[in-house]
């Protein structure tokens, strides 16, 4: 059983307005979580990490963590077809080992 | 800094032939991962090193599948021998642990195609 769960998509937006992505894990161990971004055909490449319960921005980008519930949310505003990939949500917990989501294939419709 | 390079870029291989594929690290990562990327499964974690020396091998699926890390600039994996459901993307990834959990670079990946 996966330990982290993503809806694998698509999510289809229009451009300009905010994609919602949404993760849930299973280990409470997990202290820190990341998204990454995938082009198809390309590698993942980490765009967001979060230790905190709360909030962090980082430009169109935010990520909210919510231990209690063990979820993790990627908010990203004023979409632009650019952003349309592959997002992968990754838990850690010991030893600088993630584990990964499967993935929510985000569309930005212009 | 060139990144993770990983080689070859793609393979396409027979069932039954021996298959090894290459990674090197970031200078300075002290965190090397292998990682499987399929369709139907995602991305798994197959091992894992730490200062050269393996830590986690749970997740390489079968005997026929090994992994070393012989310094800190060089990784392979093999598999021998290949079969058709091996077929898949293969990551390597590499992170310091100076700079907090997580922070993965990835190489570009080896497609590899067993016939």
């Known amino acids: 059983q996966k330990e982290v769960e993503q809806n694998s998509g698509p999510l289809s937006v229009p451009e300009g307005a905010i994609a919602s992505l949404n993760c849930t894990y299973s280990d409470r161990g997990s202290q820190s979580f990341f998204w990454y971004r995938q082009y198809s055909g390309k590698s993942p490449e980490l765009i967001m990490s979060?230790?905190?319960?709360g909030d962090k921005e980082d430009g169109r980008f935010t990520a909210q963590l919510n231990k209690a519930s063990q979820y993790v949310s990627l908010l990203i505003r004023d979409s632009q077809p650019s952003d349309s990939a592959t997002y992968l949500c990754?838990?850690?917990?010991?030893?600088?080992?993630?584990?990964f989501g499967g993935g929510t294939r985000v569309l930005v419709k212009p | 800094d060139a990144g993770v390079i990983q080689s070859p870029r793609h393979e396409v291989t027979e069932m039954g032939q021996e298959v090894t594929l290459r990674c090197k690290p970031i200078s300075g990562h002290d965190y090397l991962f292998w990682y499987r990327q399929t369709m139907m499964r995602g991305l798994e974690l197959l091992i894992y090193f730490n200062n050269n020396v393996p830590i986690d091998d749970s997740g390489m699926p079968e005997d026929r599948f090994s992994a070393k890390m012989p310094n800190a600039s060089f990784s392979t994996l093999k598999i021998q021998p290949s079969e058709p459901r091996d077929s898949a993307v293969y990551f390597c990834?590499?992170?310091?642990?100076?700079?907090?959990?997580?922070?993965?670079?990835f190489g570009s990946g080896t497609r590899l195609t067993v016939v």
């Open positions: 990754a838990g850690g917990a010991a030893g600088n080992k993630l584990t």
């Open positions: 979060i230790y905190s319960n």
């Open positions: 990834a590499s992170s310091f642990s100076g700079q907090g959990q997580g922070g993965y670079t």
